[in-house]
């Protein structure tokens, strides 16, 4: 089987793997061959791509390209700040928290998953965060619909993961905020499936599932969240790399970035741009998903993890009904071509993570090989 640029997807000397891992995670083909060709000499500067200095001309074009594709793709609003950070969207639990909050202040958090829990631990290092809603007792199978929850009347804004990478949950809804900000991880879904970018006052998201190479963040302020960091940094709250006012100053090039990563990020947003925008991604998203949930509704040989009304398009989780069957549909799956299916470990079972350059191929070759197994195994 070859993918859309013409490489053999399976397993064998000199191919690819339908590769389902949740991150880092595929890219597409035009993209890593993009990459590779700017390696020895990136956009006819002269300069290998991790060889150039941030402070040229020429990287500078990159980013700048970066940011207004992002802003073209996701329709950031003018007056937001785009910043490309380091340290993944785990230093983002606590940057966010530490720009936005003060000691005295609460923030409201829905716990939809343990990237979830990990958020409100590190905000309650600056403030008082709270879940005011959790799936924890259930195994985290859903995320909450409005009305499910109250907000704190003295918070000052709302955490929510907008896509739980482990356990395969997603909000097909912008979540009820009460009219206060919404602060969004959005790691595992962005470019992926519908985004109000203007109803949220925190957008991040690390780069390496939806849009490039792992040790980039894109994080995405509202007038509101700048103006908030401002207060904290000029009341000499914030450590200088951990200061939002300060990355938005220098356009993100306040210290060495990721170049590397800016320059791949370029790449995905070019291809997204190429490929009908945040409309095609959704579309394409939306095919692969149902290809693989009608395959898992079609039989109870396979137990679906997520509640129908939360089910993610991005990553899709399910357990075998037979669970000791699943080692040997694992290393079956591996032995055909078909990587990066190990459900997380809080799950068990099986995940195929099938991001925005994951292709539908990939996932019909996944969906064969699974029907060819219930065959041989039921
Ligand atoms: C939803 C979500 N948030 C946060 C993280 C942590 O990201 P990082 O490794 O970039 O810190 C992940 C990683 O898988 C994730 O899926």
């Known amino acids: 089987m070859k993918d859309p640029s013409g490489w053999q997807l399976g397993m064998g000397e000199g191919q690819r793997v ?14 890593v061959e993009e990459v590779q060709a700017a390696l020895p000499n990136m956009n006819n500067s002269g300069f290998g791509l991790c060889e150039i200095s941030h ?31 380091q340290g993944g969207a785990s230093l983002q639990f606590y940057m966010s928290a530490l720009n936005l909050l003060k000691s005295d202040e609460k923030a409201d958090f829905l716990e939809t998953g343990g990237w979830s829990k990990k958020s409100l631990k590190e905000a309650n290092r600056i403030g008082d965060g709270m879940a005011i809603w959790s799936d924890s007792e259930n195994g985290f199978k859903s995320v909450p619909n409005n009305g499910d929850y109250n907000l704190r009347d003295d918070s000052v804004y709302l955490h929510y993961t907008s896509n739980n990478t482990l356990y395969g949950t997603q909000y097909h809804h912008l979540p009820d905020s009460g009219g206060k900000p919404r602060i969004v991880d959005a790691s595992s879904d962005i470019a992926g499936v519908t985004i109000d970018v203007s109803a949220h006052d925190v957008i991040y998201a690390g780069a390496q599932k939806n849009l490039g190479p792992s040790g980039v963040t894109l994080v995405i302020l509202s007038p509101w969240a700048l103006a908030r960091a401002q207060a904290n940094s000029e009341a000499g709250n914030l450590p200088t790399m951990l200061d939002y006012t300060i990355h938005a100053s220098k356009g993100s090039l306040f210290n060495t970035p990721n170049t590397f990563g800016i320059f791949v990020l370029d790449c995905v947003f070019k291809w997204l741009e190429e490929n009908g925008g945040l409309n095609g991604s959704i579309a394409r998203n939306k095919a692969k998903s149902t290809l693989l949930y009608e395959e898992l509704d079609r039989s109870d040989f396979w137990v679906p993890h997520a509640n129908l009304d939360s089910r993610s398009v991005m990553n899709v989780t399910w357990r075998l009904a037979d669970e000791a069957l699943e080692s040997v549909f694992l290393e079956k799956a591996t032995a055909a071509g078909l990587g990066g299916l190990k459900g997380h470990r809080s799950v068990g079972g099986i995940r195929a993570s099938m991001y925005n350059g994951c292709p539908i191929e990939s996932v019909k070759a996944l969906v064969e090989f699974m029907q060819k197994f219930e065959a041989e195994h039921s």
């Open 18 to 31: 339908h590769n389902f891992g949740a991150g880092p995670a595929v890219l597409p083909l035009s993209v």
């Open 55 to 85: 402070r040229s001309a020429a990287f500078q074009s990159v980013v700048d390209s970066a940011m207004n594709r992002i802003r073209r793709v996701l329709s950031v609003p003018d007056d937001y700040t785009i910043l490309f950070l």
